[in-house]
C-alpha cells in the first residue's frame, strides 16, 4: 500500500494523473492545440501541489476539485481560453488554504491568471453580489466554474447548516448571475437549487 495512507498500491497512479489525462484530452478533442494542453497541465500540477500535502486520501471529495473546475468550462461552455481555465483550477471559493497562492500564480501561470483570480470575490465577501454582477465576463466565468463544482459535492458536507447557506447562496447570488454570464451556467445552476432542495435540505 502507499505509505500516504490514501488506499493505493505502490506505484499506483494518484487519481490526479488520471485527471491529467483527461484535461489534456478533452482539450485536443475540444479543438485546442498542443499549447493549450501544455499550459492546462501546468496549471493543474501547480493547483493539485497543495492538495497532495494537505489531503492524504485521493477520493476526498475536495482532491479533485481544480481539474473539475477547468472541466465544467470544458465541457458546458465550450471554453478553451488557457487564462480562464488556469484561474478556475487556483482557486478554492470553499477552503482557501488549499488555493494556489497568488505570488505563485503569478509566477508559475502569469499575469493574466492573476488578474482572473483577484478578480473573483468569494463567498464571505459582504458585496459578493454587487462584485459578481459588475465582473468582467471572463471573471464570472471562473468564479461560477469553481463554485458550481463546489456545489455538486455539497450533498457530502456533513454540516447541515454550511449546505443550508451554501444553498441559500447560490440562489441568491450565484445563479442569478449565472443566468446573466452563459445559457449552460444558468441551466446548471437552476437545476442544482432545484435539486439539492429537495433532495438535501428536507
Known amino acids: 500500500m502507499s505509505p500516504a495512507g490514501d488506499g493505493r498500491r505502490d506505484g499506483e497512479p494518484r487519481r490526479s494523473d488520471h485527471m491529467a489525462v483527461r484535461l489534456s484530452r478533452t482539450v485536443r478533442e475540444l479543438g485546442g492545440g498542443e499549447d493549450v494542453a ?11 501541489a497543495p492538495r497532495v500535502r494537505v489531503i492524504e486520501d485521493d477520493h476526498d471529495p ?9 472541466l465544467v468550462l470544458l465541457l458546458d461552455l465550450g471554453d478553451l481560453r488557457p487564462a480562464v481555465l488556469a484561474a478556475a483550477m487556483s482557486l ?11 505570488a ?7 499575469n493574466e491568471v492573476e488578474e482572473l483570480v483577484a478578480g473573483v ?7 459578493l453580489a454587487e462584485k ?5 465576463d471572463l471573471v464570472r466565468r471562473v468564479a461560477l466554474a469553481e463554485r458550481l463544482d463546489h456545489l455538486r459535492h455539497a450533498h457530502l458536507w456533513p454540516d447541515p447548516e454550511r449546505r443550508r447557506r451554501a444553498h441559500a447562496r447560490a440562489v441568491a447570488v450565484y445563479a442569478p448571475v449565472a443566468a446573466r454570464t452563459h445559457p449552460a451556467l444558468a441551466r ?6 432545484r435539486m439539492f ?3 438535501h435540505l428536507g
Open 38 to 48: 501544455a499550459f492546462v497541465g501546468l496549471a493543474h500540477r501547480a493547483a493539485m
Open 62 to 70: 475536495d482532491f479533485l476539485h481544480p481539474g473539475r473546475s477547468a
Open 92 to 102: 478554492d471559493s470553499e477552503r482557501p488554504e488549499l488555493a494556489l497562492p497568488v
Open 104 to 110: 505563485l500564480v503569478r509566477e508559475v501561470l502569469g
Open 121 to 127: 470575490p468569494l463567498p464571505g465577501d459582504e458585496a
Open 132 to 136: 459578481l454582477v459588475t465582473a468582467d
Open 188 to 193: 446548471r445552476y437552476a437545476w442544482w437549487c
Open 197 to 199: 432542495e429537495r433532495r
